[in-house]
């Protein structure tokens, strides 16, 4: 049975992603489109001023957006993808699930709210039943979860690959991150050409505390966070796509790089339909990953992994990620599959 979804925040640069993602999908058809009060009214084509590197879907460019309000979605729409800035997410969400309508967001807002599931499918999809004590907690029919930051999703499946097999104890990252994280308006070209920002607002607090949450245990009434100590260092280069990291693991156990390449090279993905049937893609030369080169690893949904070396505590690694793909968007509709499968739909 097909789902009928909807999309708020559809004309922003995750917004389109999503798009692309959903038309065509197996399990979903999009029914609604949202955005400001400015672009209500107008064909999607006219108001997305489309940027994603493939046409616009026929059947979607001529669809109506809608204005960001429960009362403009059809009742028959099951799913809603939200690519919402956080400060509008915040407040629009809520109403959203108070309706009934189940909410899969690429948000930051309530990421680390006890009782909203925070999710990569093939690291912790158990973590979705929180959904029951969410929904019990707040009287809600609908219910709200959430994929992590871009930058989080690119390190935690191989953290994950490592703590399983040799118990993290400790987590430093430095991140080179391409400026489509920032959105279509978010840096200017006079700021970043011949440039590296070593800053970007609220970044280093998300991959140190989502992370935690990730990779923590689910009892079945709360998510336990991981012990681990993370600590991250953010920096905004020239490049489109694809987020790349340094990470320094230590761990409990003894460890070697090539311990490392094997455990996270031995990850697969899920029973759902956008998930790799391979996560984590381990390259063996020294100067790879790179984000021109490897961004796309398995359609954009893989993560590229490289680099193992030994150190005093653990060993260090590069990873890198499409931060639109499996960072933002592909994240999003991978948990809509989730919930589907799950029957909380």
Known sequence: MTVRVGVLGATGAVGQRLIQLLDPHPEFEIAALTASDAS???????????????????DVAGL????????????????????????????????????????SSNSSNGRMDEDVPLIIPEVNADHVDLLEVQ????????????????????MVPPLAALDREFDLTDV????????????????????????????????????????????????????????????ASCNRIPT??????????????????????????????????????????VFEEPDRPQPRLDRNVEDGMGVAVGGFRETTDGVQFNCLAHNTMRGAAGASVLNGELLNKRGYL
């Open 240 to 281: 489109l796509d694809g987020h790349l990291e340094n990470v320094w693991a230590d761990t409990a156990e003894d460890i070697s790089a090539a311990d490392a390449e094997a455990a996270t090279e031995s990850v697969t993905g899920i029973d759902l339909p956008s998930s790799p049937e391979k996560l984590i893609t």
């Open 172 to 231: 430093r990252v430095s991140t080179l991150q391409a400026v489509s994280g920032a959105g279509y308006s978010g840096v200017t070209s006079m700021e970043i050409i011949d440039n590296a920002i070593p800053h970007i607002g609220g970044e280093e607090q998300k991959m140190e505390t989502e992370s935690r949450k990730l990779l923590g245990s689910f009892d079945g009434a709360e998510v336990h966070l991981n012990e681990m100590d993370v600590a």
């Open 40 to 58: 209500a009214g107008e064909t999607y084509k006219d108001a997305a001023k489309w940027r994603v590197n493939s046409p616009i879907p026929e």
């Open 135 to 154: 929904r019990d907690e707040r009287g809600w029919d609908g219910a709200l979860l959430k994929n992590p930051n871009c930058s989080t999703i690119t």
């Open 64 to 103: 109506e957006v809608r204005a960001t309000d429960p009362d403009s979605v059809p009742d028959d729409v099951d799913l809603i993808f939200s690519s919402l800035p956080s400060s509008v997410g915040a407040e629009v969400e809520p109403e959203f699930c108070e309706a009934g309508y189940t909410v």
